[in-house]
């Protein structure tokens, strides 16, 4: 089962940005479509974006639209999610895992997630 880790969280004030990585622990992400997934304290998990595995076709929650960018660089072998214009609402600890796209599902594999606080 393909295990994923997530870096690049972090503090950040509102309407910054920071740039989220995701690397598989031992496999080779160019078969999986993958997808980031946040969960905010007393909140369920809820997707955010995927990116299928030839990195054409995407899709994003309507939440971050317009401001979060989902891309993958196959020969870095590894999935980026670059977030601009942070809000306090978008402070969570987020995932990455393999999932179907542009209909994913939040079966997981979770790692460890990275965590984002959106603050002043």
């Known amino acids: 089962q393909l295990q994923l880790v997530e870096s690049g969280g972090g503090l950040v004030q509102p309407g910054g940005s920071l740039r989220l990585s995701c690397v598989p622990s031992?496999?080779?992400?160019?078969?999986?479509?993958v997808g980031w997934f946040r969960q905010a304290p007393g909140k369920e998990r809820e997707g955010v974006s995927c990116?299928?595995?030839?990195?054409?076709?995407?899709n994003y929650a309507d939440s971050v639209k317009g401001r979060f960018t989902i891309s993958r660089d196959n020969a870095k072998n590894t999935v980026y999610l670059q977030m601009n214009n942070l809000q306090p609402d978008d402070t969570a600890v987020y995932y990455c895992?393999?999932?179907?796209?542009?209909?994913?599902?939040?079966?997981?594999?979770w790692g460890q997630g990275t965590r984002v606080t959106v603050s002043s």
């Open positions: 031992g496999d080779s992400l160019d078969h999986y479509s």
């Open positions: 990116i299928r595995s030839n990195g054409i076709r995407t």
């Open positions: 895992a393999p999932t179907p796209c542009p209909v994913w599902s939040d079966l997981g594999p």
